[in-house]
């Protein structure tokens, strides 16, 4: 199975949430994470696939971001190439 997690949170306790569900995941199932960019991938397992998305790391126009038709082509064909049984 694999599980891709979905995420706007660059730093802080956002990015630490989503490194250690990863990490946790990891250990026994395949895992994805889309995330921004510029985001600190330092606390992630080498387990761990990244998929840096080119999204801002502040959470206001990261979301604004997503509502582009651009985006969304690009964010949509990444879940379509990474095959994830699970989106989280």
């Not at 397992?45 to 604004?64: D, G, T």
């Amino acid at each position: 199975m694999k599980i891709a997690i979905v995420t706007f949170a660059a730093y802080g306790a956002g990015a630490q949430y989503t490194a250690q569900l990863a990490n946790a995941l990891a250990a026994e199932k395949q895992v994805a994470v889309l995330l921004p960019a510029d985001a600190d991938t330092s606390q992630f397992r080498q387990s761990v696939s990244l998929v840096k998305l080119p999204l801002p790391f502040n959470l206001i126009p990261a979301a604004f971001k997503t509502l582009s038709p651009g985006f969304m082509n690009l964010f949509l064909n990444t879940l379509d190439r990474e095959q994830p049984h699970v989106v989280h």
